[in-house]
């Protein structure tokens, strides 16, 4: 067999199927296996208890399925052409979503491109074992990508390229087959720190550390528990994950548009405004984020992180009387709720003494008074 004819045609491949990119590299990942300790025993993975379960098998792929010795390491970009980056965030009356989740949920997509791959290989090479992996599986996926050559690990911990920058899945097929690796990604970062010094709650700490416990996109996503008061006006109106890190890192500058529709902005996410979505009921919810990886954090969840959005926006009579509609439901939401209706609360009270202060001035020179009067 002619392996380094079959991964040139194996890249041919992902490409018709619709990935930008794909790189090879073995199953040696122990560099990585005391950092990743570390890492889980500072407890900076938070609420995510699957990560310390699985160990160190994060970091051997081979365990994942016996007999690996190869991983093909495969990208597929998702920016989608209507991100309205600046409007979303400028506007406190919309809500901020992640751009990746702007569209259908990419998990089912790739994987199932990725056993495409996979059975046309087979076609080629006869049978071998091999499995396809999306975020489905305890595996250390940015670490390969960069030793497949696919970019480098930012100091946002994220894999960067510098022809496309950061906005693309990853994807991962294990296979037992001996291919010919490619050369590992080099650190293109320098000394840049924007990433570092943009994050709302500083959850970046180091390169590539982050403390998820901080981070708004695991608060909003992976965490379902009560925000610490602390990081709530921090958040803004960001509702479902955050892009900061990505949307201030130059290379970014360079990033292609995703070639896949299904990644395209859904159509009841066209106008997030805060208020629409906050009244959605459960069955609303459901319905119009079928297929949407937003779906899986459930309409409580969803409310909440939508509460904390409304209580950081300008008063509104009407924002206070849909946070006190939904009082009730649950006291981790009722604690989400009281924040909000305070935070507005304290907003209509500012602009009220704004208000008198400005109506005084005036009131004040018009009857040429002594400005102490």
Known sequence: MNYQKLADDIKIWA??????KVGICDVDLSEHEAPLQQWLDNGYHGSMDWMARHGMMRARPDELLPGTIRVISARMDYLPPEAHFARNLSDPTQGYISRYALGRDYHKLIRNQLKKLAERIEQEAGKYSFRPFVDSAPILERPLAQKSGLGWTGKHSLILDKECGSWFFLGELLIDLPLPTDKPSEDQCGKCTSCITSCP??????????????????????YDGIIPEEFRRSMG??????????????WNRYADLTKQSDFHRRESLQQPDLLQMFMWDEAYFLKHMEGSAIRRIGHQQWLRNIAIAIGNAPYSYAFVEALESRKGISELLDVHLNWAIEQQTAQL??????????ERLIRVIEKGLPRDA
């Open 349 to 358: 009270h500012t602009s009220l003494t704004k208000d008198n202060k400005k």
């Open 15 to 20: 490409k018709e199927l619709g990935f930008q």
């Open 237 to 250: 109106n960001r509702i479902y994950g955050c892009d900061d890190c990505q949307l201030v890192c130059p």
């Open 201 to 222: 709650t500083n959850a970046i700490l180091s390169d590539g550390i982050i403390d998820a416990r901080k981070c708004i996109s695991y608060l909003t996503i992976e």
